[in-house]
Structures are given as structure tokens and as C-alpha cells.
């Protein structure tokens, strides 16, 4: 079954995450490729994951760090990614989380070979600058922005990025 919604591109999918992270309630799915991501989001936590792959299901009984990878592992796959996304009704996980989303985020983000399309969107100079519009002025990027550049130790251009 497709979802209608809109669509996503390379290294979006952290920023709607990011988007919706504070609502009270909300639960965002991102398609790429034929399986369908739930990422239960309330108040900045991520209390909920679910997939329609195999390989990325929370299952009741798994070791608590071993689920709290699975969320951060999916996003990273979704970050050099494009797909369509939508917004719906969170459901009761099957198995509750309660991990901070910039947690999942920065594990995505440790866990992607290429930072370059999140980079496009932020910028490449300090602070970043809003890329063309894309990114709507209440997503913060502190906790992106802070990562990037612990990693980098230096501003470095989108090149060096991928020694």
C-alpha cells in the first residue's frame, strides 16, 4: 500500500523528525523503497518505532540497547534517502521507547558514510545558513549543527567530508 503525502529528498529525514519531535503527540512515516517507517515521536522523545522490514523490527523481550539502535539505525539508512512522508495518528508501540530524538539523530548521523546532503541542507559555513529556504525556521539545528562540527574539529569544505 502507498502512502499519499508528500515527498522527502537526500537528507531530509532527520529535519522532519526534528519537525514534529515536540508535539504532544505525533507519529511520522517515511517510504523509501517499499518499507514504511513509523517513528512515534511525543514531547522530543522517540516512544516508538516500527517497519515493514524485517531487519529493523523492535521485537517485545529485545535488550533495551539493542532497541534503541533499531530507531537510529533505520534513520540513518533514511538519510541518504528519498521517499514520501506523511503525518498520522500514532498507535500504542508494540514495544515503548523513551530515547531522546537528538540521541537517534546524532546515532543516525555517527552511523551515515555521507554527511554531504544533510550538509546541503544546513550549509557548509559557520553558523549554518538555511539552504535555499528549505528548512523552516522552527527546526533547530544546534543539536545537528554541534555534531557536524565536533566531528569536523575544523570548518572543512563538503570535500574533506568524505576522506
Do not use: C
Not at 87 to 106: D, G, R, T
Not at 115 to 123: I, Q
Not at 129 to 141: E, I, K, M
Request: hydrophobic letters at 50%; charged letters at 20%.
Amino acid at each position: 500500500m502507498a502512502i499519499v503525502g508528500e515527498s522527502f529528498r537526500v537528507g531530509q529525514a532527520p529535519f522532519l523528525l526534528q519537525r514534529h519531535a515536540h508535539a504532544v503527540k505525533a507519529a511520522v512515516e517515511l517510504v523509501h523503497a517499499g518499507v514504511t517507517r513509523t517513528f512515534a515521536l511525543a514531547e522530543g522523545k522517540v516512544v516508538g518505532f516500527s517497519s515493514s522490514s524485517p531487519e529493523e523490527e523492535l521485537k517485545p523481550g529485545l535488550d533495551p540497547t539493542e532497541a534503541s539502535l533499531v530507531p537510529a539505525i533505520a534513520l540513518a539508512r533514511l538519510v541518504a534517502a528519498s521517499g514520501e512522508y506523511r503525518v498520522v495518528e500514532p498507535k500504542a508501540p508494540s514495544v515503548p521507547l523513551a530515547l531522546p530524538l537528538s540521541w537517534v539523530i546524532l546515532e543516525a548521523l555517527r552511523r551515515t558514510q555521507d554527511l554531504s546532503p544533510v550538509l546541503d541542507l544546513l550549509g557548509t559555513n559557520r553558523p549554518f545558513v538555511r539552504a535555499g529556504g528549505n528548512l523552516t525556521p522552527n527546526v533547530s539545528l544546534v543539536p545537528l549543527e554541534a555534531f557536524v562540527w565536533d566531528r569536523l574539529g575544523s570548518p572543512l569544505a563538503l570535500a574533506d567530508l568524505q576522506r
